[in-house]
């Protein structure tokens, strides 16, 4: 199962909004709702920031949100901050029941 | 409040094995399921595999058959991750995470284990 694709980095400045993609295929992202995404901080564990493509747990900020469109799912961080700095991560279900992450993002505010 | 607590570093040869534990507290242990994550240094996040919450069924990611065992205790609230044959390559940080059974997503995560594999 190879990781699914997402770009190596994204910048933008305080207050902009920023879309991370990551693509797969119909036998994971494009086949299920199964797709959620993790911050990560080096030397800390990974944080859940959206499930089940668009949901958001509870004490996320809503300038997180997340959507998908065929084998592509999407992250949108709005209102960008400092604090969004970080890696993030995709994780879908596929279909021989295992998961795959995708590549990380690294996140940079200017 | 939901810990997951993960077992001290280990430095180990290659061709040796290593098993880390992640003692569950705060929450019904045999409610979740708990899924098994590394990153190699410089490297992204990789799945290895699932123990489902009553320890019944085990699914591992391709590259681990063979090389990777999952087994939990529910008397001790701890799942156990145990990888043979260790390379080089095998040095990561491991992280746990609890999965409620047809979420799936990880709400949880352990703190991370470094895992050290050198000659």
């Known amino acids: 199962q190879s990781a699914l694709t997402q770009p190596a980095s994204v910048s933008g400045s305080p207050g902009q909004s920023i879309t991370i993609s990551c693509t797969g295929t119909?036998?994971?992202?494009?086949?299920?709702?199964?797709v959620s995404w993790y911050q990560h901080h080096p030397g800390k564990a990974p944080k859940l920031m959206i499930y089940e493509v668009s949901n958001r747990p509870s004490g996320v900020s809503n300038r997180f949100s997340g959507s998908k469109s065929g084998n592509t799912a999407s992250l949108t961080i709005s209102g960008l901050q400092t604090e969004d700095e970080a890696d993030y991560y995709c994780i879908s279900f596929t279909s021989t029941g295992t998961y795959v992450f995708g590549t990380g993002t690294e996140v940079t505010v200017l | 409040q939901v810990q997951l607590v993960q077992s001290g570093a280990e430095m180990k040869k290659p061709g040796a094995s290593v098993r880390i534990s992640c003692k569950a507290s705060g929450y019904s242990f045999t409610s979740y399921h708990m899924h098994w994550v590394r990153q190699a240094p410089g490297q992204g996040l990789e799945w290895m595999g699932m123990?489902?919450?009553?320890?019944?069924?085990?699914i591992y990611a391709q590259s681990f058959q063979g090389s990777l065992t999952l087994t939990r205790d529910s008397s001790s609230t701890t799942v156990y991750m145990e990888l043979t044959s260790l390379r080089s390559d095998d040095t990561a940080v491991y992280y746990c995470a609890r999965e409620l059974p047809d979420s799936y997503f990880l709400d949880y995560w352990g703190q991370g284990t470094q895992v050290t594999v050198s000659s």
């Open positions: 123990i489902d919450s009553h320890g019944r069924r085990t």
């Open positions: 119909n036998t994971d992202v494009g086949g299920y709702k199964h």
